[in-house]
């Protein structure tokens, strides 16, 4: 078992740049492959970027692309996305997730641990 803390949410303008952490306990992180989702009010959760166990791999969904990135410390036990360019429309519940097995795709089904998230919101 392995718990998922979220941390760096908060308020932020139109533009303007966040970095978001996932620490985690009771496991080691490299065994896992990670990904971040977000919900906002009204909306389904959506995928947002996912990282291999090793670091090498990377997927991000298309409206975060070439803003978001997401890493990865083995060594500390964190995962972070740093967030550019922020838009209105990125205002949501981050939550960081963990795969047991190899999967680090878009649908959420595929993890297995999950954090309880932590807000962003992004203002005109």
């Known amino acids: 078992q392995v718990q998922l803390v979220e941390s760096g949410g908060g308020l932020v303008q139109a533009g303007g740049s966040l970095r978001l952490s996932c620490a985690a306990s009771?496991?080691?992180?490299?065994?896992?492959?990670m990904g971040w989702f977000r919900q906002a009010p009204g909306k389904e959760r959506e995928f947002v970027a996912a990282?291999?166990?090793?670091?090498?791999?990377?997927r991000y969904a298309d409206s975060v692309k070439g803003r978001f990135t997401i890493s990865r410390d083995n060594t500390k036990n964190t995962v972070y996305l740093q967030m550019n360019s922020l838009k209105t429309e990125d205002t949501a519940v981050y939550s960081c997730?963990?795969?047991?097995?190899?999967?680090?795709?878009?649908?959420?089904?595929?993890?297995?641990?999950w954090g309880q998230g932590t807000q962003v919101t992004v203002s005109s």
């Open positions: 997730t963990a795969a047991r097995g190899s999967y680090y795709g878009s649908n959420y089904l595929g993890y297995d641990y």
């Open positions: 009771g496991r080691t992180l490299s065994s896992y492959n």
């Open positions: 990282i291999s166990w090793s670091g090498i791999g990377t």
